[in-house]
């Protein structure tokens, strides 16, 4: 075989470049790199704004899911959103100008959202005192670094507006912080593009991340005929992955973050050693041509799916639900867990919930954007992160499922401040989840009532107190079988072998806390496989009910919960229903 | 390689539904012979807990351990004591021990039940309840440091070997020969920057022991849509002794993946 002269250079023939792999041309057709589809690409530098252009302009130009969003949340697609209340201006893209903070007074325009960590850095705060001074200018080197490298890509980038949180929002004042608040939803819903520090720490630590060297080999080919001449790279490089930097980076354990992610139309994410784009049509890795996960994939993440189902899934309304469901004002509610848009809020709330929080009193807060656009679709009232026409379903999270080992200690910390009432899931710090298999018949008529205190006129914010009010069949837990001292002594040694959705169990919020003749059961729901055609026999578990257990909190019939339980169906028979009070 | 992937199963997944695939995909008849390896009931002895791995890390290796290696022998000897079976079900299985079946018996060509020789296929666990099917080979997936130490390749040229490499062939999938050896491959790595490139993504030569009786492999690696996403080197090794130990002789063949590129702007 020859050596390879140097002196052959690239030339396109037609749309690709031509390619054979010696002189002694075994092919005679033409062939490419591109005609082998080779899928990874060179990665650029951490800041390389034309690949996020070319992002974003597919985006803008091509996915028609993206664009079909865009026709929902606007009239026409030509409308431009409203700002938020205040944007920076990130001043001339030459850098001669310092970024100022805008009040916007409803204008309209096109802007960048910032997705952040504040870790333990000093982040620069507008607050009463600077606010006229930020109006005027701000140092720019003032800022933390993940700031000042947002503002450097905006500019960079072409755009002239930015919404960062700590500045945009004034953040010694009560008021406005919860009124901005509460329009989190619309800021991360209308931005045209929300730079996510994904893997950073703390906003010390900026956007880019030095480029890792790596080995690399070009391989020349080239066509029989000579004068065509292409090239592939083998190379040793090992990049971060989208896995690696945005499911399991900094942001993805942050309450704050899941809605911003949610939201968000488009995120350009910054890697640890490349960039990744997500937008409603898919997901993107600056080192691959290829989507790393198709919007309706199966295995993809959380996230992802809940912007599909929040942007393009048309779910019935509640009064259609409610008519598949043949429930009517004279019947007992049947609603089959999972169906309609509920199981839908309980998957984000499992999601939300296994996120920390640096202020307990902001779990409710921060999913207001997403409940507010979940209203969109369920069209139901919300009461500190329940929908009520789905509370009896609503009341059934817990810490542990009735999978979990007896002696696992529960996940769930009651945070030093009060942040809602007992029968909230953010009464609670930590990983909830929905222990339900399928609902049958629920047992509490819809005639419940409902009353909160908020903090805010905003409902979506932080709520003070809050009251069911409701008919339900109770029952003292010690009373029932599976739950008398001489049951649980007798079956001691063998429950664990039992499955454990197959016998009776109480799984308490706060184990160890109450006695099972001081706790109350209400009953809730019979479980069961949903079908019209199902004799209820051998394969479905209808001789279960779903409980919520409840501790007399001091006045008469007011109780406060203290966990759920799994009761024998025959447990029930006979109780009559008593009308009660949960605060 | 066949990967079986059963995870999406709801239950535990049994052995058994390996050999379901196993019947599907050679569904010419014969008697097989199926050995696990490393066995389901061996303990992961990886040198970090919680990574269900059963082999153990050298300093930025991946090597099968003694203990892996006897374990792996005593099974299958043990195995092979076993009566073989005669009819299309399995008759001999326990997880840990190879299994003798014969392929459907509608299936089964005339050829095949004459011959009393099993087609030999090894089995390996790769936990989460998914196998893999590495037919007569085992396969060793080398997992290179994140940090990578720069090569001066400034000053080298390509070898014959390396100017020849097919990226047809390798775009369709198709193992190409590149070294006779590992000693060519060493040698040549002195002047040829992609083989310099290639022995330093093997690992630590001394972790090594090259079977020179195979030759050093180039295979392109697709990716889901089709594409060539990398380069897999393929180098055949004793590693372990593994290969001395069981009875049918495997080969363990050392896996290296590397990104392929191409600047599509």
């Known amino acids: 075989?020859?050596?390879?002269?140097?002196?052959?250079?690239?030339?396109?023939?037609?749309?690709?470049?031509?390619?054979?792999?010696?002189?002694?041309?075994?092919?005679?057709?033409?062939?490419?790199?591109?005609?082998?589809?080779?899928?990874?690409?060179?990665?650029?530098?951490?800041?390389?704004?034309?690949?996020?252009?070319?992002?974003?302009?597919?985006?803008?130009?091509?996915?028609?899911?993206?664009?079909?969003?865009?026709?929902?949340?606007?009239?026409?697609?030509?409308?431009?959103?409203?700002?938020?209340?205040?944007?920076?201006?990130?001043?001339?893209?030459?850098?001669?100008?310092?970024?100022?903070?805008?009040?916007?007074?409803?204008?309209?325009?096109?802007?960048?959202?910032?997705?952040?960590?504040?870790?333990?850095?000093?982040?620069?705060?507008?607050?009463?005192?600077?606010?006229?001074?930020?109006?005027?200018?701000?140092?720019?080197?003032?800022?933390?670094?993940?700031?000042?490298?947002?503002?450097?890509?905006?500019?960079?980038?072409?755009?002239?507006?930015?919404?960062?949180?700590?500045?945009?929002?004034?953040?010694?004042?009560?008021?406005?912080?919860?009124?901005?608040?509460?329009?989190?939803?619309?800021?991360?819903?209308?931005?045209?593009?929300?730079?996510?520090?994904?893997?950073?720490?703390?906003?010390?630590?900026?956007?880019?991340?030095?480029?890792?060297?790596?080995?690399?080999?070009?391989?020349?080919?080239?066509?029989?005929?000579?004068?065509?001449?292409?090239?592939?790279?083998?190379?040793?490089?090992?990049?971060?992955?989208?896995?690696?930097?945005?499911?399991?980076?900094?942001?993805?354990?942050?309450?704050?973050?899941?809605?911003?992610?949610?939201?968000?139309?488009?995120?350009?994410?910054?890697?640890?050693?490349?960039?990744?784009?997500?937008c409603i049509s898919g997901c993107w890795s600056e080192s691959s041509i290829e989507a790393i996960s198709e919007p309706d994939a199966f295995s993809g993440d959380i996230e992802s799916k809940l912007r599909q189902q929040l942007y393009l899934t048309t779910w019935p309304s509640l009064e259609e639900t409610l008519k598949i469901l043949e429930v009517n004002d004279k019947s007992p509610l049947k609603q089959v867990y999972g169906r309609g848009p509920y199981g839908k809020w309980y998957l984000i709330i499992t999601a939300y919930s296994s996120r920390m929080i640096t202020n307990d009193q902001d779990r409710l807060p921060a999913l207001a954007g997403l409940a507010k656009s979940f209203k969109q679709f369920s069209g139901d009232e919300y009461a500190a992160g329940l929908w009520i026409d789905d509370i009896p379903a609503g009341l059934l999270w817990s810490g542990l499922s009735f999978y979990a080992s007896r002696d696992s200690p529960s996940p769930l910390r009651r945070p030093t401040k009060h942040c809602a009432p007992s029968w909230s899931w953010a009464s609670f710090e930590g990983p909830i989840t929905y222990p339900l298999g399928k609902l049958g018949k629920i047992d509490i008529p819809r005639d419940w009532k409902y009353g909160f205190v908020a903090s805010t006129p905003d409902t979506f914010g932080r709520v003070e107190q809050g009251f069911i009010e409701l008919s339900g069949r109770l029952r003292k837990l010690g009373s029932m079988i599976g739950f008398t001292a001489d049951y649980l002594e007798n079956t001691k040694e063998f429950s664990e072998y039992f499955l454990q959705d197959q016998i009776a169990r109480a799984l308490y919020d706060e184990p160890g806390l109450y006695k099972s003749d001081d706790v109350m059961c209400l009953l809730i729901a019979f479980q069961g496989c949903g079908s019209k055609t199902c004799n209820h026999n051998a394969g479905c578990h209808m001789r279960f009910a779903y409980s919520l257990l409840l501790h007399r909190s001091g006045n008469f019939g007011t109780f406060k919960r203290v966990g759920i339980a799994l009761t024998y169906q025959s447990d029930w028979i006979g109780v009559q229903r008593t009308r009660i009070v949960i605060s | 390689m066949l990967l079986l992937d059963l995870m999406e199963e709801p239950k535990p997944t049994t052995i058994n539904n390996v050999f379901d695939i196993v019947k599907a995909e050679y569904h010419d008849g014969g008697v097989f012979q199926v050995a696990i390896s490393p066995p389901k009931s061996f303990p992961a002895c990886s040198a970090k807990p919680g990574r269900e791995r059963y082999i153990a890390y050298g300093p930025g290796e991946i090597v099968p351990s003694v203990a892996f290696n006897e374990c792996t022998e005593d099974c299958n000897r043990g195995s092979n004591e076993s009566t073989i079976a005669t009819g299309s079900d399995i008759k001999a299985f326990e997880c840990g021990k190879s299994a003798l079946f014969e392929g459907h018996p509608a299936l089964k060509s005339e050829e095949g039940r004459k011959s009393p020789r099993p087609t030999k296929l090894h089995v390996q666990p790769l936990g989460n309840n998914s196998y893999a099917l590495v037919g007569d080979s085992i396969e060793v997936r080398a997992h290179r440091n994140r940090k990578t130490r720069m090569l001066d390749l400034g000053t080298k040229t390509l070898c014959p070997k390396c100017q020849a490499i097919d990226l047809r062939k390798l775009s369709e999938a198709v193992e190409e020969e590149h070294h006779q050896t590992f000693h060519e491959l060493s040698v040549s790595a002195e002047t040829c920057r992609l083989c310099a490139l290639l022995l330093e993504s093997a690992g630590n030569p001394e972790t090594l022991v090259p079977d020179n009786s195979h030759s050093i492999r180039l295979a392109g690696i697709r990716s889901k849509s089709g594409g060539l996403s990398h380069v897999q080197l393929r180098i055949p090794t004793l590693v372990g002794d593994l290969a001395n130990k069981t009875q049918d002789n495997p080969v363990i063949v050392r896996c290296v993946n590397l990104e392929a590129v191409t600047d599509h702007r």
């Open chain 1, 1 to 278: 075989m020859r050596k390879l002269r140097s002196c052959y250079r690239p030339s396109l023939v037609g749309s690709h470049l031509e390619y054979c792999a010696d002189t002694n041309h075994r092919y005679s057709e033409t062939f490419s790199t591109r005609a082998c589809n080779i899928v990874h690409r060179p990665v650029g530098q951490s800041d390389d704004v034309q690949q996020v252009q070319r992002w974003l302009k597919a985006c803008l130009a091509t996915h028609d899911s993206c664009s079909q969003r865009m026709t929902q949340e606007m009239s026409t697609p030509q409308i431009t959103p409203s700002f938020p209340t205040r944007v920076i201006n990130v001043g001339s893209s030459d850098g001669s100008t310092n970024p100022f903070l805008f009040e916007t007074e409803g204008l309209k325009g096109q802007y960048l959202a910032l997705s952040h960590r504040w870790g333990n850095a000093k982040i620069t705060k507008t607050t009463i005192t600077n606010i006229a001074e930020h109006k005027k200018h701000i140092q720019l080197d003032s800022l933390c670094q993940v700031f000042q490298d947002a503002i450097y890509f905006t500019r960079k980038l072409g755009y002239r507006y930015l919404w960062i949180d700590s500045l945009c929002i004034i953040q010694d004042s009560l008021e406005d912080w919860e009124l901005e608040a509460s329009r989190m939803s619309e800021v991360y819903t209308n931005s045209i593009l929300t730079l996510s520090a994904s893997v950073a720490t703390s906003g010390d630590i900026g956007l880019f991340y030095p480029r890792e060297e790596s080995n690399s080999v070009e391989i020349p080919v080239r066509r029989a005929q000579g004068g065509a001449l292409d090239s592939f790279s083998i190379t040793d490089r090992l990049l971060s992955t989208f896995k690696e930097d945005v499911r399991s980076g900094t942001l993805s354990q942050r309450a704050w973050c899941l809605q911003e992610r949610v939201l968000s139309p488009r995120i350009l994410h910054f890697g640890k050693s490349q960039l990744h784009w997500e």
